[in-house]
């Protein structure tokens, strides 16, 4: 059912209908499939008829999330970060249920806890704790945490600076295609950083960076097309 819901939520294979989609999730969410609660809650969060039903979403996150699924966590912590529920930002509600989350060793979780230490949001300022988590998700498979790993590496946030272990986690996670690290890449040949300087090797990884439309890499093309 959960699945039927997903395909008529996307279109694959039938005619894209979030009222039907709505309808299968309702029933798998019934017997208690946690994925459907996820999939109906971002249905509401993201609007059925482009009318989105924030206060629907978080009860079926919090459902979700009452069997301390990692996924439904993470949508209540970005639901207070955004302050989608009543306008409001809660730093620390956010932090909470992504910190929630990251116990249940969630790599998406854990780095964007990383995010939260690094720069304070909801809880005290700690760079080392944000290199702890950055690391950590990264070996659960999160290519972001990998990605800021480098960055702390790069710029000297909470470790001492070194470009050779920023550039490792880059193209790590370059070559797992992550858009993000890709244009990365392509800064740091450009200006020789960690590196030597290769326009071409920069190009090739702004080029793939845009591909998958990093605005960051697209704005990087066009100043070097237009030098």
């Excluded at 629907?56 to 955004?82: D, F, M, T």
């Excluded at 969630?106 to 700690?126: H, P, Q």
Aim: with cysteine.
């Amino acid at each position: 059912l959960c699945n039927l819901g997903y395909c008529y939520e996307m279109g694959i294979g039938v005619e894209k209908n979030l009222q039907i989609s709505e309808e299968y999730y309702l029933k798998s969410a019934d017997q208690g499939n946690l994925r459907a609660m996820c999939n109906l809650g971002y249905l509401y969060e993201q609007g059925i008829e482009d009318k989105p039903d924030y206060h629907q979403a978080v009860q079926w996150y919090e459902k979700a999330a009452s069997y301390e699924y990692p996924r439904a966590l993470c949508c209540l912590g970005y639901i207070y970060q955004e302050g989608l529920l009543d306008g409001q930002v809660d730093e620390k509600k956010a932090f909470h249920y992504y910190q929630k989350a990251a116990l249940l060793k969630d790599g998406a979780a854990i780095c964007t806890l990383g995010y939260y230490y690094e720069n304070g949001f909801g809880c005290v300022k700690d760079e080392l704790k944000a290199v702890e988590c950055y690391q950590k998700s990264s070996e659960y498979g999160s290519l972001r945490g990998l990605t800021n790993l480098g960055c702390c590496y790069e710029l000297g946030i909470g470790v001492e600076i070194d470009l050779t272990k920023a550039i490792a986690c880059y193209q790590q996670a370059g070559d797992a295609g992550f858009d993000v690290a890709l244009w990365r890449l392509g800064y740091c040949y450009e200006d020789g950083i960690g590196v030597e300087q290769d326009y071409q090797a920069a190009l090739h990884y702004y080029e793939l960076a845009s591909q998958q439309n990093n605005p960051r890499a697209l704005c990087s093309l066009g100043l070097m097309y237009e030098e």
